[in-house]
């Protein structure tokens, strides 16, 4: 302990000599030293601040591959996937999808690549989506090196739940790598739902990227809108239970660089969906407007009309909207934290 | 056992150094041919790359935070995004990827403020977090004039100043009986004591900060053997060559005067860079009450010096330039630490430091032998004890 007081003092004696340097530097004729009394940190450098845009982003103007990556963020924001249809006897719809989980390595920030779980190869899964009341069939076949499961909220039957444990006496439960389960319900109650692996330990198997987007429409269709998918995710690239980069569908800044491109006085529909692991709470605020908000769509009424909403893990609503004014407007999480770590995009709004 | 008693056969010097070179050609041609084979019957390691860069350095300049990384491990690493406190934010550098021991500086276009706390996560190829931390930002100097002349007045304050005031008590000494002159050699020793376990613990200390690639605490160790040695070999060949002039006790003294004056100048060099170091990166709080604190504290060096030399009647010259060597070191220490620092070469030389000062104990301890020729008796042991004490004492006044 002595060593680290006398460097101390050593240290203390350097500062109080800082007087003395100040007008040692005057003296001089480049005049760097500088007293300790200024602040540094105060005044920028125009040139540096120039090279950050004003708000926050990767690094070097890198973007991330999404050809490399199999999926790009924005279609996924407009890519609802219907399944196969075929009519039933009783005159309801069956749909049909098949879910494939596999391993995968993605890009999720420009050069951090991240060993995904994936359904179909992509992050978030594909958003299945039907009307309430379809026979749904889901089959499930597991490329993955570890067991998993589709768990689809909703209403349904124990067996059909996607829980290990459950099922099992049908094929269900638990799938293992190489081995295939067909999920079969009825869809309800209309709304916006989720699905994702109900593997243990449950919150890698989520984290991990086996998560979609569950659209159930009511029988009598909502308004005809430009409808978006929002993923709101985050990845914990470092193991430590705490997540490195956050976003909405996947790549960190994506709506940054490559705005969401939707037209002036149109009606917009977002389907919003919160997935984040290792993080209670998630948020969504949109600048310069206001949208009515449908907590999990289970309701035709808004429940709220405003710029901001919260959302615990699995929490999900739909939000209605136009925009008035063309532009761009940008939208977050207001959990700024997550927002300046990739959870922030732009709306761009154009003449009709 | 007859072949020891052989006479070696007669070889002449190019056959000697040949016989010498054809192991190490040998194993050469092995190594270039492993390698062209591509490592023959070793299997890849297993499991991700170990990412194991090390954060050497941070400096602050206004809107840009500076981090100089080092890659201690076996892979290849590449920082492809950088977080400062919970946010991505821009940056470059010069390479997109570090191989072994490579090292890079990273400038991250942050509008810092002074006084606050950062954290920074430099984000890898594969997801790997290296965290670095500022405590508390303050801007780095920049090395110009003006900070050489800082620099300059710093280590004049801590090195050459307390030494020289320390000397002063030369012509006390002269009046002082041959038993008071024991003593105080005594307290000398018990003073680099101290300071070599200062020296220690402080290089270890650094050593175990950053890079560990050049071998980290070890080379506190390697130091002090070196400066020891180096030392010694100094002392053998004065001697040698002092006994070939006049000899006698005078030139015995000085010669001492001049070994304790080298050790507590390397130990001054080290502590310099420290100094030097700690005000480049900002690590400091003020006090003119520090200044006295330390004037105290390390005034007892200059009377090491003069210790040895209390019978000579050396001239101002002389004692001027055994201030010089013993205090001096400081200011040059302070220059390197602050303009570039290395923990590796701090770590290194602190550990000279602290070797050159064993090596200058070893020359002084047959001067405290009494009359009857013995080592440590009340008065030689209560002086060794003073010393310790004295150096630990103000150790503790200046400290805050």
């Given at each position: 302990?002595?060593?680290?007081?006398?460097?101390?003092?050593?240290?203390?004696?350097?500062?109080?000599?800082?007087?003395?340097?100040?007008?040692?530097?005057?003296?001089?004729?480049?005049?760097?030293?500088?007293?300790?009394?200024?602040?540094?940190?105060?005044?920028?450098?125009?040139?540096?601040?120039?090279?950050?845009?004003?708000?926050?982003?990767?690094?070097?103007?890198?973007?991330?591959?999404?050809?490399?990556?199999?999926?790009d963020?924005?279609l996924?924001?407009?890519?609802?996937?219907?399944?196969?249809?075929?009519?039933?006897?009783?005159?309801?719809?069956?749909?049909?999808?098949?879910?494939?989980a596999?391993?995968?390595?993605?890009?999720?920030?420009?050069?951090?690549r991240?060993?995904?779980?994936?359904?179909?190869?992509?992050?978030?899964?594909?958003?299945?989506?039907?009307?309430d009341?379809?026979?749904?069939?889901?089959?499930?076949?597991?490329?993955?090196?570890?067991?998993h499961?589709?768990?689809?909220?909703?209403?349904?039957?124990?067996?059909?739940?996607?829980?290990?444990?459950?099922?099992?006496?049908?094929?269900?439960?638990?799938?293992?790598?190489?081995?295939?389960?067909?999920?079969?319900?009825?869809?309800?109650?209309?709304?916006?739902?989720?699905?994702?692996?109900?593997?243990?330990?449950?919150?890698?198997h989520?984290?991990?990227?086996?998560?979609?987007?569950?659209?159930?429409?009511?029988?009598?269709?909502?308004?005809?809108?430009?409808?978006?998918?929002?993923?709101?995710?985050?990845?914990?690239?470092?193991?430590?239970?705490?997540?490195?980069?956050?976003?909405?569908?996947?790549?960190?800044?994506?709506?940054?660089?490559?705005?969401?491109?939707?037209?002036?006085?149109?009606?917009?529909?977002?389907?919003?969906?919160?997935?984040?692991?290792?993080?209670?709470?998630?948020?969504?605020?949109?600048?310069?407007?206001?949208?009515h908000?449908?907590?999990?769509?289970?309701?035709?009424?808004?429940?709220?009309?405003?710029?901001?909403?919260?959302?615990?893990?699995?929490?999900?609503?739909i939000?209605?909207?136009?925009?008035p004014?063309?532009?761009?407007y940008?939208?977050?999480?207001?959990?700024?934290?997550?927002?300046?770590?990739?959870?922030?995009?732009?709306?761009?709004?154009?003449?009709? | 056992?007859?072949?020891?008693?052989?006479?070696?056969?007669?070889?002449?010097?190019?056959?000697?150094?040949?016989?010498?070179?054809?192991?190490?050609?040998?194993?050469?041609?092995?190594?270039?041919?492993?390698?062209?084979?591509?490592?023959?019957?070793?299997?890849?390691?297993?499991?991700p790359?170990?990412?194991?860069?090390?954060?050497?350095k941070?400096?602050?300049?206004?809107?840009?935070?500076?981090?100089?990384?080092?890659?201690?491990?076996?892979?290849?690493?590449?920082?492809?995004?950088?977080?400062?406190?919970?946010?991505?934010?821009?940056?470059?550098?010069?390479?997109?990827?570090?191989?072994?021991?490579?090292a890079?500086?990273?400038r991250?276009?942050?509008?810092?403020?002074e006084?606050?706390?950062?954290?920074?996560?430099?984000?890898?190829?594969?997801?790997?977090?290296?965290?670095?931390e500022?405590?508390?930002?303050?801007?780095?100097?920049?090395?110009?004039?003006?900070?050489?002349?800082?620099?300059?007045?710093?280590?004049?304050?801590?090195?050459?100043i307390?030494?020289?005031?320390?000397?002063?008590?030369?012509?006390?000494?002269?009046?002082?009986?041959?038993?008071?002159?024991?003593?105080?050699?005594?307290?000398?020793?018990?003073?680099?004591?101290?300071?070599?376990?200062?020296?220690?613990?402080?290089?270890?200390?650094?050593a175990?900060?950053?890079?560990?690639?050049f071998?980290?605490?070890?080379?506190?160790?390697?130091?002090a053997?070196?400066?020891?040695?180096?030392?010694?070999?100094?002392?053998?060949?004065m001697?040698?060559?002092?006994?070939?002039?006049?000899?006698?006790?005078?030139?015995?003294?000085?010669?001492?005067?001049?070994?304790?004056?080298?050790?507590?100048?390397?130990?001054?060099?080290?502590?310099?860079?420290?100094?030097?170091?700690?005000?480049?990166a900002?690590?400091?709080?003020?006090?003119?009450?520090?200044?006295?604190?330390?004037?105290?504290?390390?005034?007892?060096?200059?009377?090491?010096?003069?210790?040895?030399?209390?019978?000579?009647?050396?001239?101002?010259?002389?004692?001027?330039?055994?201030?010089?060597?013993?205090?001096?070191p400081?200011?040059?220490?302070?220059?390197?630490?602050?303009?570039?620092?290395?923990?590796?070469?701090?770590?290194f030389?602190?550990?000279?430091?602290?070797?050159?000062?064993?090596?200058?104990?070893?020359?002084?301890?047959?001067?405290?032998?009494?009359?009857?020729?013995?080592?440590?008796y009340?008065k030689?042991?209560?002086?060794?004890?003073?010393?310790?004490?004295?150096?630990?004492?103000?150790?503790?006044?200046?400290?805050?």
């Open positions: 302990m002595v060593a680290f007081t006398r460097r101390r003092v050593l240290s203390s004696l350097a500062a109080s000599l800082g007087a003395v340097a100040a007008g040692a530097s005057q003296l001089g004729t480049s005049g760097t030293a500088t007293a300790a009394g200024e602040m540094p940190g105060m005044d920028h450098d125009p040139a540096a601040a120039a090279a950050h845009s004003g708000h926050a982003g990767f690094a070097r103007g890198g973007i991330v591959d999404s050809a490399a990556n199999g999926f963020p924005s996924i924001v407009r890519d609802f996937d219907w399944g196969r249809t075929l009519k039933l006897a009783d005159g309801r719809t069956l749909r049909e999808w098949n879910l494939v596999s391993d995968k390595e993605i890009e999720i920030a420009p050069g951090v991240y060993a995904a779980w994936t359904f179909n190869g992509r992050v978030p899964g594909p958003t299945l989506r039907c009307v009341g379809d026979r749904l069939r889901i089959r499930f076949s597991n490329g993955s090196a570890h067991p499961t589709v768990h689809f909220h909703g209403i349904h039957p124990s067996e059909m739940d996607g829980v290990p444990g459950l099922g099992e006496d049908i094929g269900g439960g638990l799938i293992q790598p190489g081995q295939s389960f067909t999920y079969e319900f009825d869809a309800g109650p209309f709304g916006l739902h989720l699905y994702h692996c109900h593997a243990s330990p449950l919150a890698a989520i984290a991990k990227g086996l998560y979609g987007m569950f659209i159930v429409d009511p029988k009598e269709p909502r308004a005809p809108a430009d409808e978006l998918v929002m993923v709101m995710n985050a990845f914990d690239t470092n193991f430590d239970f705490g997540n490195e980069i956050y976003a909405v569908n996947t790549v960190g800044f994506h709506y940054l660089n490559s705005p969401i491109k939707v037209k002036r006085d149109a009606l917009v529909r977002i389907y919003l969906v919160n997935v984040l692991e290792y993080d209670p709470i998630n948020s969504f605020h949109l600048h310069a407007n206001f949208f908000y449908f907590p999990t769509g289970t309701s035709l009424v808004p429940a709220e009309y405003t710029d901001t909403i919260s959302q615990v893990q699995g929490q999900r609503g939000l209605e909207l136009t925009f004014y063309p532009g761009k940008m939208f977050h999480a207001h959990k700024t934290e997550f927002a300046e770590l990739g959870w922030m995009g732009f709306f761009e709004v154009e003449d009709q | 056992m007859n072949a020891e008693a052989a006479p070696p056969p007669q070889t002449s010097g190019a056959r000697l150094w040949l016989l010498g070179l054809i192991p190490l050609a040998l194993m050469a041609g092995i190594v270039v041919i492993f390698a062209a084979l591509g490592a023959p019957g070793l299997a890849e390691r297993r499991g790359p170990v990412e194991n860069l090390v954060v050497d941070i400096a602050l300049h206004p809107g840009v935070i500076q981090l100089t990384v080092r890659n201690d491990g076996p892979d290849a690493v590449s920082v492809r995004q950088v977080i400062v406190n919970d946010g991505f934010a821009n940056f470059t550098s010069k390479y997109e990827q570090l191989t072994r021991l490579a890079d500086t990273i991250v276009d942050y509008p810092w403020i006084g606050e706390a950062y954290e920074i996560s430099l984000l890898t190829s594969t997801g790997g977090v290296i965290p670095a500022i405590p508390v930002a303050v801007e780095t100097p920049e090395a110009g004039p003006g900070f050489y002349g800082l620099m300059a007045l710093l280590g004049t304050y801590v090195g050459v307390p030494v020289l005031l320390g000397m002063l008590w030369l012509p006390l000494l002269r009046r002082s009986k041959p038993s008071v002159i024991r003593v105080l050699i005594a307290f000398t020793i018990g003073l680099l004591v101290f300071l070599i376990v200062d020296a220690l613990l402080e290089g270890i200390e650094i175990g900060q950053g890079s560990q690639a071998g980290g605490q070890a080379l506190v160790y390697l130091g053997i070196v400066g020891y040695l180096v030392l010694a070999t100094v002392d053998s060949t001697r040698s060559r002092g006994q070939a002039a006049s000899g006698g006790a005078k030139a015995g003294g000085l010669h001492l005067a001049l070994l304790v004056a080298v050790g507590i100048g390397l130990h001054n060099l080290g502590e310099g860079l420290a100094i030097g170091a700690a005000y480049a900002g690590a400091l709080a003020l006090g003119a009450l520090l200044v006295i604190g330390f004037a105290i504290h390390n005034t007892t060096e200059g009377l090491a010096v003069v210790a040895p030399v209390a019978k000579n009647r050396p001239s101002l010259k002389t004692l001027a330039g055994l201030g010089l060597l013993a205090g001096g400081a200011i040059v220490g302070a220059w390197i630490g602050a303009s570039a620092f290395n923990g590796s070469l701090v770590a030389l602190l550990g000279v430091g602290a070797g050159a000062i064993a090596q200058v104990i070893v020359q002084l301890a047959p001067f405290i032998r009494n009359e009857a020729g013995q080592f440590l009340p030689s042991a209560g002086g060794l004890l003073g010393g310790i004490g004295v150096l630990y004492a103000t150790s503790l006044l200046v400290s805050v």
